[in-house]
């Protein structure tokens, strides 16, 4: 078991054009910045070394393609793939060959069930027949992650993020049903049963664990909170044209007394990624982002990586402190 957090990548893009770069950033952090960005050589090989913040899933770019892989600090990897299918399919060896064997045959198998399912048919049932219906998707799921783990024998930390990943699913194909019904009713307050919002506060159990590992559950909170933001942000941003989408968001998360900290900390980052962190920022808004940054993040690591971020794509005045620079370079 290696404390390293260093990751060894080698692979090589066969059919790949020489001036194609492949990056690794972090799936789960709030910084969407690379962590390293390999060069090429004219037969498709790369190599490089980059930390890696923590054990999990990792955005593979390339050609203006993305896809997942699990990787754990210490580990020597392998990848392998045709520049015609790269990152969507590939090969990987080496010391994260069972983890993604695992997730890929994972993920193989929830396209493959997703396209049987009759979702329209579950969308016009009842509440009971539509949950009943959420179950049996979430049985057949684990069944099918359960066999996963007897055939590739994965690490406990990515059979964890797809389970997480499942629940996320099924999370998200509620609150369409939800939304949906209350569209239909034509009340504003309409409120679905207690069987449904059981099963659903089952599903988000662990939600401080869900929220650190998974942007996409981070997504589902945000889609979930989206009608009551709408509705509070109108509200608060009558009259005036400075106010900012994450100022309106922070001052919105306040309100929210059930929400954890650590959750708050999350979505307020990604909300200001999103929506006020770009090359073009004005430097009134950068200002206003940087207080709240400093004043209402909580959570050191967050802190530093949102921080990180907004000073690589906003630069800093003088008298700021920089941070530390971690990007690294293949070639240099």
């Keep these: 078991m290696s404390c390293s957090k260093k990751v060894e990548v080698k692979g090589k893009i066969a059919g790949s054009a020489p001036l ?13 910045l690379p962590l390293i960005n390999m060069g090429l050589d004219k037969d498709g090989n790369f ?27 210490g580990q020597t990897v392998n990848i392998s793939g045709s520049a015609a299918t790269f990152p969507n399919e590939y090969v990987v060896t080496g010391d994260a060959k069972n983890d993604n064997d695992f997730f890929q045959a994972s993920q193989k198998f929830l396209s493959t069930y997703g396209q049987g399912l009759n ?12 949950i009943k219906g959420m ?3 979430e049985a057949d799921i684990n069944k099918n992650i359960d066999e996963n783990v007897k055939k590739y024998n994965p690490g406990k930390e990515v059979v964890e993020w797809k389970r997480t990943d499942a629940k996320t699913a099924i999370l998200n194909l509620m609150v369409n049903y939800e939304m949906t019904k209350k569209q239909m009713s034509g009340n504003p307050s309409f409120k679905l049963g207690k069987v449904f919002t059981d099963y659903e506060n089952k599903l988000k159990e662990n939600n401080d664990e869900m929220v650190k590992t998974s942007p996409f559950y981070r997504q589902y909170l945000l889609t979930k909170m989206s009608p009551e933001f709408q509705k509070f942000a109108e ?15 922070n001052d919105f998360l306040k309100s929210q007394k059930e929400v954890s900290q650590v959750t708050k900390d999350y979505l307020l980052a990604f909300v200001m990624a999103q929506s ?10 950068t ?7 400093e004043e ?24 700021d402190d920089a941070p530390e620079a971690s990007l690294v370079k293949a070639d240099g």
């Design 20 to 32: 194609e770069r492949v990056e690794f950033v972090e799936a789960s952090g709030v910084a969407t």
């Design 47 to 73: 190599a490089g070394t980059f930390e890696a913040p923590k054990n999990g899933m990792y955005v593979i770019n390339y050609a203006g393609k993305q896809n997942l892989i699990f990787l754990k600090g």
């Design 119 to 130: 979702i329209q048919e579950l969308m016009a049932g009842d509440e009971a027949k539509y």
């Design 135 to 137: 179950q049996k998707i």
């Design 235 to 249: 509200a608060k941003s009558k009259g005036k044209t400075d106010i900012t989408t994450s100022e309106l968001f």
């Design 276 to 285: 006020d962190i770009h090359p073009q920022t004005p430097a009134k808004t």
């Design 287 to 293: 200002d206003k982002i940087k207080k709240i940054i």
């Design 296 to 319: 209402d993040i909580k959570d050191a690591g967050i802190k530093a990586d949102i921080k990180k971020m907004q000073f690589t794509i906003n630069g800093f005045k003088i008298g």
